[in-house]
């Protein structure tokens, strides 16, 4: 009967053989009268052999430019896929009557991708597929390092034709501990005498300070003044009938030691970026066409910084970190209204480490030095009572900084396993108050060490 004629089966044989000594496999379609058999699936750069119980006088493809076929009998077709995508094979029998309508789908040759996939990451649970005429990965891969190779790799296999659906697992969330350390001391000293003589009405001499003489010419002790700076004045004359002779001497001594310190905190997301800021903002005032407006300027700890699990615990780090405070010495004025300047450490860096690992990513030693010494001319060069026509100052400042970084990897823990700083102090109660002075419980942890220091001696640098 005519039905069973057209009931036929056709033999797929996929042969992923590149070379002569690749064995040729087959697949059995069953041909259904009038409609399409089984997509036939052919690796790109590679052959499929079919083979049909039905004889087939003419075969024809609809995109020759995807698969290319041959004949080897009447029972027998050699398909070759050439480009990714899809066409259609047509088989037609002696009578001229259509046999079937075979869909072939060119795929990337995925067996030899998945081969290098196993040998470059091994133990990585990655799925391959094939979707349309790319490649889909999928499944969990332990860093992104390895995600990265993945990819790289099937680009050489589909270029631009890569979908990545695959997860990174493990911890992806880092905790950045920045340490910022600032020791800064100064000296300064600071000598200057003048000398004061006044004879009769008409006749005076001043020193290297300034005048003694009031309006008479005459050397008198409320026309003396010392200079603002000076920690001490000494001022002493004697006369000798109408000859009046004085000498006053100021000294200034002074020391000082600042110490800076701020450890700011922030956890971030593996390839997000996080951002902190203590302090505050300083108004500016800024003129415009339409007047004067405010700009604010921020202040204080800042820390920006991207973290990137590469490979395990390896982490890499693009930071921009400062410490800026609002510096009253100096200051501008600008449209009626005085701007102070601002002190600014900052670094801007990227570093990889590993888990607990720290860097000294920043380090600054300054040394600056003045020495200065007046004199009036050629009477300070005169031994001995020259040094009452001479001043001399000395300055130094040492400062000292540096900025360390330190990340971890970190997983979510419930509340109540934190401490809160404000956790570690009781509160008084009205007796511990009015009756002790208690104004607060002890402390205890890194808040208490921290509070308890003893601030007497010698801090950072040591000068003589």
């Given at each position: 009967?005519?039905?069973?004629s ?30 399409a ?5 052919v690796?790109?750069n ?26 080897l ?34 795929t ?5 991708f ?8 091994p ?28 990819l790289?790799?099937a ?21 950045l ?6 020791m ?6 600071n000598?200057s ?12 001499v ?7 003489l009031?309006?008479g ?10 200079r ?7 001022a002493?004359g ?14 200034l ?17 593996s ?6 800021l ?9 003129s ?8 604010y ?7 920006n ?6 490979d ?20 501008v ?12 450490r ?31 001319p050629?009477?300070?060069d ?7 026509f001479?001043?001399?100052e ?18 979510p ?6 401490a ?15 009756l002790?002075g ?6 205890k ?20």
């Amino acid at each position: 009967m005519y039905m069973r004629s057209f009931l036929a089966a056709g033999c797929l044989g996929i042969a992923l053989a590149s070379t002569a000594l690749t064995p040729i496999l087959a697949q059995n379609l069953r041909v259904m009268e009038g409609s399409a058999s089984a997509p036939l699936n052919v690796p790109m750069n590679r052959a499929v052999v079919v083979e049909s119980d039905v004889s087939f006088a003419e075969l024809s493809i609809a995109n020759p430019g995807i698969a290319d076929i041959s004949t080897l009998s009447d029972k027998s077709i050699y398909v070759l896929g050439k480009t990714p995508g899809r066409t259609t094979l047509t088989l037609l029998g002696p009578d001229g009557k259509l046999i079937s309508n075979v869909d072939v789908h060119v795929t990337p040759d995925i067996a030899e991708f998945k081969e290098r996939l196993q040998q470059i990451l091994p133990g990585e649970n990655i799925e391959v597929r094939t979707a349309n005429d790319g490649i889909v990965l999928s499944g969990t891969v332990s860093s992104t390092a390895k995600l990265d190779r993945a990819l790289d790799l099937a680009e050489r296999y589909a270029p631009e034709r890569v979908s990545n659906l695959m997860s990174v697992g493990g911890t992806q969330q880092v905790m950045l501990k920045v340490r910022f350390a600032e020791m800064q001391r100064s000296v300064s000293k600071n000598l200057s005498s003048s000398l004061a003589v006044s004879g009769g009405s008409n006749f005076g001499v001043s020193g290297e300070s300034g005048t003694w003489l009031n309006d008479g010419n005459s050397i008198s002790g409320d026309s003396v003044t010392v200079r603002d700076n000076a920690n001490a004045g000494i001022a002493f004359g004697f006369s000798a009938g109408s000859l009046e002779f004085a000498v006053l001497l100021e000294a200034l001594e002074s020391k000082g030691v600042v110490r800076t310190l701020a450890e700011p905190n922030l956890t971030a997301l593996s390839g997000q970026e996080a951002k902190f800021l203590a302090g505050g903002e300083y108004p500016i005032p800024v003129s415009s066409k339409d007047g004067i407006s405010v700009e604010y300027k921020p202040f204080g700890v800042e820390l920006n910084f991207t973290p990137t699990v590469v490979d395990g615990d390896l982490i890499n780090l693009q930071i921009n970190a400062a410490v800026s405070s609002i510096d009253t010495t100096t200051s501008v004025t600008q449209s009626g209204f005085s701007v102070n300047a601002f002190k600014r450490r900052e670094t801007s860096t990227t570093v990889e480490m590993r888990d607990g690992e720290s860097f000294a990513i920043a380090g600054l030693l300054q040394d600056d030095f003045r020495d200065l010494n007046g004199q009036v001319p050629w009477l300070g060069d005169i031994p001995i009572i020259g040094a009452l026509f001479r001043s001399a100052e000395y300055q130094r400042a040492q400062s000292e900084l540096v900025i360390i970084v330190t990340p971890h990897l970190v997983t979510p823990t419930r509340g109540e396993a934190l401490a809160l700083p404000t956790d570690r102090v009781k509160i008084p109660s009205e007796k511990d108050l009015f009756l002790f002075g208690d104004v607060g419980g002890k402390q205890k942890g890194a808040a208490g060490e921290v509070a308890r220091q003893d601030f007497s001696g010698s801090y950072g640098y040591v000068m003589e």
